[in-house]
């Protein structure tokens, strides 16, 4: 199993930045794809980025490409979400997950674990 804990969240204003980490236990961290998702408040969850497990393929959500960026450190068992360009629709509850999979997705059904979440809010 894979427990994950994220951190940096936080109220930003618009235009601002934030790096989001996601902590995961265990040693087996290398052999899962690692994604970003979201969910504002009355909106369904929705994907935001994913990356290999060698951290060499990423995929991102329309919505954010060119302004967030997924990055991961396998020596650390951590992944990171640079978020750049921040506007008031990137509020919400963003939570990392692991998926036993060969290769990046942004479909949530294929990650089995997921973190508590951590909160964004961006003021205008």
């Known amino acids: 199993q894979v427990q994950l804990v994220e951190s940096g969240g936080g109220l930003v204003q618009a235009g601002g930045s934030l790096r989001l980490s996601c902590a995961a236990s265990?040693?087996?961290?290398?052999?899962?794809?690692m994604g970003w998702f979201r969910q504002a408040p009355g909106k369904q969850r929705e994907s935001v980025a994913a990356i290999s497990r060698s951290g060499s393929n990423t995929a991102y959500a329309d919505s954010v490409k060119g302004r967030f960026t997924i990055s991961r450190d396998n020596a650390k068992n951590t992944v990171y979400l640079q978020m750049n360009s921040l506007n008031t629709e990137d509020t919400a509850a963003y939570y990392c997950?692991?998926?036993?999979?060969?290769?990046?997705?942004?479909?949530?059904?294929?990650?089995?674990?997921w973190g508590q979440g951590t909160q964004v809010t961006v003021s205008s």
């Open positions: 997950a692991a998926a036993y999979t060969s290769s990046s997705t942004l479909v949530a059904s294929a990650y089995a674990y």
């Open positions: 265990g040693r087996t961290f290398n052999l899962y794809v």
